[in-house]
DNA sequence: TTTAGCACTCTCGTCCCGAGAGTGCTAAAA
DNA sequence: TTTTAGCACTCTCGGGACGAGAGTGCTAAA
């Protein structure tokens, strides 16, 4: 595998960075031009050979330069940038705009997917920390018009549900302000479980809303992952391999139907590796719509109480040498802010 | 203005519809055929003539068929389908889907701009129902991380603020709660203003969060409309003229970034006229963003207590006919929503 | 092992050209 | 007066030809 001599690998680092810059393939001269190397086009020439049959790089056409294969960006990504980190000054950048919006709990993940997008100058994707269980806090009911009652039921986590409930008949505010604080005094603290083994209770008003904070309970646990911030998607579009070409449409639709990346998430990261970024190539055979793209992906959160995951969806051409280490430095910044705040959770009890 | 003879009429929406469909420029004798007219493609060029001299019709280039203007399709829209009513099935399948979805309050601008979309064929974008001016209704306080606080915010109408509130020193669960059940007996059933004319608080804690509080309220009401939901963006960036050319991006830019949109609803619908359809047709000169396309807007929900928009974004060339009675009836559907959920609100100082 | 030289291949932009579509005009028909 | 047939004219579009340019692989010399 890393059979390559370090001209090699330098040779390839560069035809794989020109190319992202240029989109263009890249010629044997230009790169000796380009990067002053102190060789001639023709030994570059044989090493590209030699790259060639190795399965990194090919030709689109005889006459032209070579471009990267997927093999070619993955041993880029695994053997040369892996290891990279993200420069100070970015780091400082994106530290400084979340303190800025610190309080704004609402804007944490439209901000970091605008970050992520705007740094990778690529699609950015994120999915909202979801607790894997999670407690009963607070449940308020409002009462609307005749039959209607809104219901907001406030987790540990800070989630909030709301539904409908139509009763049999109208109740008055008061009555359903009594029946809140008397299933707040009973179930709060409590897991989706420990509520369902309480005995039943006597009021088929509280028995009928208690059933709906269940089901809202479980609904909430049971979906793979929280909301979804997307943002950037302008990025890849202006890419020249999505212009004048159907790809982009189909980009575009990965984006709107979140079923692909739900999907891509659970088959790609099924163990609980936080910090780890993965990086998909090209579809990697397995995806065929995700063809001429790359995907860069990882998770956060703690593991057992609140994940979620973010990543970044470009052309296979993406800088990775800016996103991987972007992507990591994301991660652990939104697993710091999702711990602080759900570690108050253990300590509840006591309440 | 309307001095277009009726078979002039029948010809330019002839020309509107057959150019819809086909987004080819449309000829005299094609208009004959396909439609069955009784005249010949002779007299059929005579009336194009005229009704291009008036300005309702142009010619890409000189051997080609016609093509609506924008005044063309303004006069279609103002004259010919303005009226039109939606079909029974469509409203039959719209009240059902809302109906299966009817508890889940959060599932609704979801849907709203899926069926929007799906039903016009284009891109739909909804804001939330965002209430002018609403009322406390329950402070939560979560005790998280040292010194962070949580604060969950539910306001009359179901809308709910989340913030971080980082205090002087760590305050413990039961103390954050007594100070919640304060504020709340203290604020329960008021507006911003009221509550910003209460007496000062003594307790630091207390002032503190209550600050916090007012500056959420503030920030709902003063934000000038709710969350936008977005669906149908891979029906508009299918349509031929977005294929290979970088209107495609703009359109995609027009979405990602809500400016526009928030100034396009400002400047055309600055009264409080619920039910109104406003049709926007390229731009009008006044938006350069938007030369190729059309909008479809509408104001839903009550005036002086909460209202939102909806709207529907596509090429020049929409099918206005479908477009506009949809964004008709689904505004007043989501008026019917939005008067249930709030209806409430008056009758709750008596609690 | 590296490099210079060279013939070879393939793409891409341009030009040309003919087919096809649609028009506007004129004169005849209703 | 209105409608229609006939016809010459104009413009686009797709295909083929062609030369410039870029880049390669190979061979032989350094």
Redo the contacts between chains.
């Keep these: 595998m890393s059979e390559l001599t370090e001209r090699q690998r330098l040779i390839l680092a560069l035809i794989v960075r020109d190319y992202t810059e240029t989109a263009q393939p890249v010629g044997s001269s230009r790169l000796v031009e380009a990067y002053k190397l102190d060789l001639s086009s023709a030994t570059v020439r044989n090493e590209m050979v030699a790259l060639t049959d190795m399965g990194y790089l090919r030709q689109p056409h005889t006459s032209a330069g070579r471009v990267p294969t997927e093999e070619g960006y993955r041993y880029f990504v695994t053997h040369i940038v892996y290891q990279a980190d993200l420069p100070d000054a970015a780091r400082h950048t994106i530290s400084h705009q979340f303190y800025q919006a610190?309080?704004?709990?609402?804007q944490w993940m439209p901000l970091a997917a605008s970050i992520l997008a705007h740094q990778s100058r690529a699609a950015s994707l994120i999915t909202a920390p979801h607790a894997e269980r999670s407690r009963y806090?607070?449940l308020?009911l409002?009462?609307?018009?005749g039959r209607?009652v809104?219901m907001?039921l406030?987790m540990?986590g800070?989630e909030?549900?709301?539904?409908?409930?139509?009763l049999a008949e109208p109740v008055p505010?008061?009555r359903l302000?009594m029946a809140a604080s008397r299933l707040n005094e009973l179930c709060a603290g409590r897991t989706t479980e420990e509520i369902a083994a309480l005995p039943p209770r006597s009021g088929s008003l509280e028995k009928d809303i208690l059933t709906?904070v269940l089901q809202d309970m479980n609904r909430g646990e049971q979906r793979v992952s929280g909301e979804i911030y997307l943002?950037?998607?302008?990025n890849v579009?202006?890419e020249p391999e999505f212009?004048?070409?159907?790809d982009?449409?189909r980009a575009?639709?990965l984006f709107?139907e979140r079923s692909l990346f739900q999907d891509l998430l659970a088959r790609t990261m099924p163990d609980s590796s936080i910090g780890g970024v993965q990086v998909l190539i090209g579809g990697e055979g397995k995806w065929e719509e995700l063809k001429q793209c790359s995907v860069v992906l990882a998770r956060y959160g703690i593991p057992g109480h609140a994940t979620g995951m973010l990543g970044v969806f470009g052309p296979m051409r993406m800088a990775y040498n800016r996103t991987i280490p972007t992507v990591r430095f994301m991660a652990d910044l939104l697993s710091g802010l999702v711990?602080?705040?759900?570690?108050?959770e253990d300590?509840?009890n006591?309440?």
Tied chains: 1, 2.
């Design positions: 610190r309080q704004d709990v609402e806090k607070h308020e409002i009462s609307t018009q209607q809104l907001v406030v540990s800070g909030v549900g709301q539904q409908i409930l139509t505010q008061d302000s709906l943002d950037g998607l302008t579009l202006s212009i004048e070409s159907d982009a449409r575009v639709r709107e711990s602080e705040t759900i570690s108050g300590s509840q006591e309440q």
